[in-house]
């Protein structure tokens, strides 16, 4: 497609709850990111990945944060037992390596009730 | 990774120049300052970056200082589509790989009819 591609725009999970949040990074982009971003702040960095490996994953909060990009293309964010902190937009992003224009999808909205 | 400072909030007449100043004085020598915006409910969007010169493309102008502790971003004709939250990042170069872009509170500028 165009451009990143994040599914679904907003998802509201029960506490306790897993859930997973897809990122469709731009054809031919090598690099993606995760992001997280609270009401009022700006963007968190979560982890980056270069082809299908985590290059940093020094963002992940704690151990209920996992994220995976096996074929080097589609990433999935995945979250165990949500907390209600865990609410924030999901952001992902991609580029080509040694470019730096990153391209931010419009987010995941994740609301834990 | 070096902080950057901006102002948190800005106003600007439609049509008329916006410059966004950005302070970054602990920056080392091989990083690069670049600019995102994010205008609501989007994600950030990649604007200019730079090293040391000069930089203008058809989005926007960057100045560095001579002595590159300090930025401004400039919009030379803002319109209302402009309003958004502008971020300033510092980071190594592109080829570098290191990936993540640390992203403060960023300066929210609203553009006024």
Redesign the interface.
Known sequence: GAG?SQTPSNKVTEKGKYVELRCDPISGHT?L?W?RQSLG?????LI?F?GTGA??DS?LPNDRFFAVRPEGSVSTLKIQRTERGDSAVY?C?SSL???????????TRLTVV | DAKTTQPPSMDCAEGRAANLPCNHSTISGNE?V?W?RQIH??????II?GLKNNETNEMASLIITEDRKSSTLILPHATLRDTA?Y?CIVRPS??S??????????TTLQVKP
């Not at chain 1, 040694?98 to 987010?107: L, V």
């Not at chain 2, 409910?41 to 990649?46: F, I, K, V």
């Not at chain 2, 790989?97 to 960023?106: A, D, E, H, P």
């Open positions: 990143v690099a990111y992001y702040q700006g963007p968190e960095f980056y270069q290059a940093d963002g952001l992003a390596v040694g470019w730096d224009g990153y391209t931010f999808g419009s987010g | 690069y670049y995102y409910s989007q994600g950030p969007q990649y970056h939250v971020y592109p080829s790989n290191t990936g993540k872009l640390i992203f403060g509170q960023g």
